[in-house]
């Protein structure tokens, strides 16, 4: 039986990277703490100085690194921090939270998600008549635990019980899909009557199919909210956005769309990308379907794309630019990425993902089948590409060379741009992406990643301060992710980064999962 490996990169001054210690890795290194045959890893997600870890095997959480402001939950002492991977007491967590006739039998944790100094944990009751009950731990600084004067050391529930139609309360609601950024938290919710079908009742796959007709959709978020990262406000569409939302509220989409159209979405700092379906009005396309990027929040980077023509944007007066600023918002599909001067047609192409780094989007496009699309000319054996735009100050967009990194592409770029060395041959199965860095795991299991390699976070020596600009594999000492026996099999970047009025330092780590034969 194979064995999941877990290997780790980067900043480790909390002993995030659960390796033992507080040393930096600047070569991917095996964390020892979480070696056994079992191991399965359902998700990985990374805070500003500490790591969880979901494990699909045996149902437990695993934390590691900082617990002062109480992220890592009960169990791990306060004050402190561990630096290697140790279960999270979930058991625990619910008691503080005050949750009434649930044993540990009686539930699964069915995913997790990290602010920057928060957790949270997603648990599925396998009683079908019960709703999901989503707990927090650690900060409330922004209104990210979704729970008004939470403690940070203490465990809460939060609600979603109002966000049902009054017709349905009572309701069984779950969450379909949850995803954190450093400062707010986005989650889509299944809403109906406990006697619907729920083929969600006893799923653990994290894929967002379309919801039955008896059950609804409802985009919920909260947390820091006054760049208009969680839409306009619901009923005051001409209000600006509140500074904090410190509860669950629907996250309003630009019209015709709505929350059952969401497909997947991503967090940035003061922004948030999410990919929506939408019908496919070219019959010259059969069984495809289109897909469209909606852009919410702060456009100060460029990070909304907002001036796909930089220095050519018609003038507007006054108030249109102030209901430009109020609305926060940019829709982009293939054509809007590949744009009029791109030698590929964008018939051909579909756009299969967006991601956020804290200031930056990356879109993620593959090739359609050929079957549906032959292809011919140069292009014609390109399967994924990667068009970002938004903040470029240590080579995040993956535009520039090793040696200069913002060379091809300046500090902030509101033009959808291709990652020059991203026209890739093979397709791009998974894209994880840092504060300043991001990763990419082809379908062959090598590993690529570009940014800011400041605390080797790329898994990189580099003698140029900590900036690959280029995309480069990953390769280290200390494991090596182009080997043909052990492929990577997923991967997760963290996105920390701590300011102060004092001093700036930025904690910034990755982990990466590798599949290999036992040792």
Known sequence: MEQIKLYCAGSNSHGQLGVGDDEDRHHFTRSQSLVAS???????????????????????????GGNQRGQLGAGHATESRTTAFSPVEIPRLVVQAGVEDLEPEGYTVQDIAATWESSFFLLRLRDPARSDILLST?????????????????????????????????????????????????????????????PLAASTSRSVLSPPSSRQRVLVGWGASRQGQLGSVQGEQSSPPPRITATPQPVLLPPPYQAADVSSFSLGKDHTALLLRE?????????SSR??????????????????NVGAEPSRTPSQQQQTKMQRCNLLRAEDLLGDDDALDPRHWKLVGVHCTWNSTLCHLERRSSSTCPSSGPTAEMSSRIVGFGHNA????????????????????????????????????QLSCGSEHVLALLETGEVIGWGWNEHGNLGLESPSGGQEGAPTPSDGQEGTFTGALQPAAGLAAGRADRTSDEHRSRERHELDLRAGPLD
Request: proline residues 9%.
């Open 394 to 429: 240590h080579g995040q967009l993956g535009a520039g060379t090793p040696t200069s990194p913002s060379a091809a592409v300046p500090p902030n770029t509101a033009k959808p741009r291709p990652a020059s060395s991203l026209e890739m041959v093979h397709r791009i199965t």
């Open 279 to 287: 019908a496919d009005d070219d019959s010259s396309l059969p069984g």
């Open 38 to 64: 079992q191991l399965s890893p359902q998700r990985i997600v990374c805070g500003a100085n500490h790591t969880l870890l979901l494990d699909a095997s045996s149902g437990k959480v695993f934390g590691a």
């Open 291 to 308: 897909r469209v990027a909606v852009l919410l929040g702060s456009d100060k980077h460029g990070q909304l794309g907002l001036a796909r």
């Open 138 to 198: 650690g900060a409330n600084d922004w209104g990210e635990r979704g729970h008004p004067g939470a403690d940070p050391h203490t465990a809460t529930q939060i609600d979603f019980e109002k966000l049902a139609p009054p017709v349905e309360r009572g309701a069984v609601i779950r969450v379909v899909d949850l995803q954190a950024g450093p400062r707010h938290v986005v989650a889509l919710l299944e809403i109906g009557p406990s006697t619907a079908a729920d």
